[in-house]
């Protein structure tokens, strides 16, 4: 099993690198950077690569370690047991299996998506150190071990909103995922508009990268809004010209909506239009 | 293998133990990659980094232990690009160049020759950061022009890559000593919001108790601590003067901070804590509010964090009638210590960076006062600061 990227998606040496490594070990892979680079679409892709089912887990703030292995589901069984069904009676009946649990029992080794772990509370990357390392957990209400058939590609993505514990890192790869840089970026847009005219490309990526750099803004454009604005140009059918134009006047880009998503942002755009028509006058 | 490269990264202080290590080896072993040093790099890079914020430091100790910069003795020289330009030749070298290389009397010929000038630059360059040099018509070095000619140090040719990945040293800017944001101050922040939520089991947790009454078959009730965030916290501002320049390093902090608690009263001083304290800089001649008010009005259970570059004259730390601006009847120390005495968990958050602490005898004042509670204002700094806010009390 090796991966080298789809048609899709465009993975840098060392994106593969840790890819391949993570497989081959075993080894959960720990995918963290900007938000809108990538880093759930990866395992999507990894899953179609090596051609593997996909289990994702979201997980939420609310979400605790313990579902993602099973649930049991005491209430219905108190029901059950004032009614007099005879499912009461086993226990495994009220057992709901986690995502973990589904991934642990496929024939096919499959990819686990654990997307956003940083979402969840500070303890929930503790609770899985044992079950990702061995790949099995102990079901209590039924005594058995639920030991993995196949050991799952694991990988885990998160948007640094809190640490995880050094004993998880230790046990990840990990992978940061760069921001791409202009000919990274042009071969990204290459796979996903391959129509796409070559002048429109290179005056769209100038609008681009010089909308990352004015400093100051709140949130900066990632490659997912640039796919979104391209997609917006050529269903305007907006020319290469247009977006060339530097015409102070016309300083804000042609549907910058796509691309700025706060309006302190693209308020501070039409100041610096305001400044440089200025500046000419 | 690489236990140099292991212990150079532990004393560069990148958190790597010894499961990655192995980790590493165990990916070596299993041929996870091909004989590239890119490869190698990424892979390393990848088992034992585990945080972006480390990634600068690892780029730097690779760099020093793997281009050789000053540690490398000549011996090793003459022995490590043996084995790795043979790879690279393999990989670069067409059938017919090799067979050229014969006709040069072979590929040991090459390699003595190759190691002689090796020292001989040696001498030239001292500790000179390019092995062989670029650009020549040599058979040894990057962007040749002799057909035999080895690359060193150069992963594509003749595409202007001279600057190696780990070179580019891109994550300097994720390095948590250097620069924070808001966005950063946040996260440091919300290590004592998390603190906050610990505490007395106040609270019916309904769906424990039904759930731990389902299973025991009695009436099981079920606490849990309150999860509202219960920290107060009071500021004090440094403002004007020297810390004009550090104004929106503190801007950041008090936007950040504002959204993170619920109980945040914020004050403003000049340079040491008097009598008297503003709320509205604009205004602070007008509306000022004493001191004494303040210390009342908050109870002892508020967290106090001053900010402030702490630089000014010792005397207006330590003298009655020290300040620069009016006459205090007691000097600053006193105030400062007796915001300790009442409140239990007070610290000094300084924008100054903390190597140039010692040459400032008015921080260093402070810093006593504050029983070394002063911290920098960097991530790490802020980090420690919470830690420090949250293990009181």
Redesign the interface.
Known sequence: MKFEGTKDYVAT??LR??V???I??E?PL?I?GEPGTGKTVLAEEMSKALDAELITWHIKSTTKAQQGLYEYD??S??RDSQLGDERVNDISNYIERGKLWESFEREKRPVLLIDEIDKAD?EFPNDLLLELDRMEFFVYETGETIKAAQRPIVVITSN?????P?AF????????I?FPDEETMKQIIAVHFPDLKGRLIQEALNVFYEIRDVPGLKKKPSTSELLDWLKLLLVEDISPENLKERDPSKLIPPLHGALLKNEQDVHLFERLAFLARRERN | MFVNFFHELKSANV?V?L??YL?LL??MD?K??EDKV??FY??S???L????RN?DKFDRVFSHVFKGLDSLEEGDIAQIPEEWLKSLTEKFLTDEEKAQIEALGGWEKIMEELQKRLEEQEKRHEGGNKWIGTGGTSPYGADGYNPEGVRIGQKEGRHGKAVK?WDKR??KN?DDGVEIGTRNIK?AL?RLR?FARHGQPTELDLDDT??ST??QGYLDIKMVPERKNKINVLIFFDIGGSMDSHIKLCEELFSAARTEFKNMEYFYFHNCLYEHVWKDNKRRHQERMDTWDVLHKYPSDYKVIFVGDATMSPYEITYAGGSVEHWNEEPGAIWLERIQQIYESAIWLNPVAERHWEYTPSIQVIEQVFQDRMFPLTLEGLDNAMKELSRAS
């Not at chain 1, 640094?160 to 995880?164: C, G, R, V, Y």
């Not at chain 2, 980094?49 to 972006?52: I, W």
Request: charged residues 40%; hydrophobic residues 40%; proline residues 2%.
């Open positions: 040496d060392d690198i840790a391949n490594a993570a081959t070990l080894r720990l963290k005491a209430v069984r108190l500070i640094n909103e809190k640490e995880l050094d890192l230790r046990r990840c790869f990990f992978h940061y760069n | 958190p133990s499961r990655e980790t165990e990916a299993k996870v990659i890119e490869d990424y892979l890079r990848s088992a980094v585990k945080d972006e990634l990945v891109e994550y994720l996260m919300r998390r039904i759930k389902a299973h």
